[in-house]
């Protein structure tokens, strides 16, 4: 147990752009076409909240259990990286907007990466 340490979650950056990017895409989602609501809205709404929610349960475990949860949250980030991809083609949102969410999501990866390195040097 000497490597178990609990984390604050809300005062994890990753965890702070994990919520932005699931609010973003809340919204996002929101105008989205009605026969669109049990298809790629309600696929990428469910994959947006499990970002930070993944975060927020890892954080109290041991710091390897932490870093799983952390790849299941990178693993949600993909998705949804290829979600905003499909939206886009779709026209559900806009060239620009759809590159404003990849470069979130991508600064999100490559924190939680970062993090996730030093978890994993304990």
């Not at 609990?6 to 809340?26: D, G, V, Y």
């Not at 952390?70 to 905003?84: A, H, K, M, P, R």
């Not at 559900?92 to 470069?103: P, V």
């Amino acid at each position: 147990m000497a490597n178990f340490k609990r984390h604050n979650f809300k005062k994890l950056k990753i965890w702070q752009l994990a919520l932005e990017l699931s609010k973003s895409t809340l919204d996002l989602t929101d105008t989205f076409p009605p026969h669109e609501k049990y298809g790629l809205k309600s696929q990428m709404d469910r994959c947006a909240i499990s970002i930070p929610s993944n975060i927020a349960e890892g954080s109290s475990r041991t710091n390897k259990s932490f870093s799983h949860f952390l790849d299941i949250s990178l693993g949600s980030s993909f998705e949804l990286q290829t979600q905003i991809l499909l939206a886009n083609h779709r026209k559900y949102l806009s060239d620009e907007k759809s590159e404003i969410f990849e470069i979130k999501i991508e600064e999100f990866q490559k924190a939680t990466m970062v993090f996730q390195n030093t978890l994993n040097k304990d």
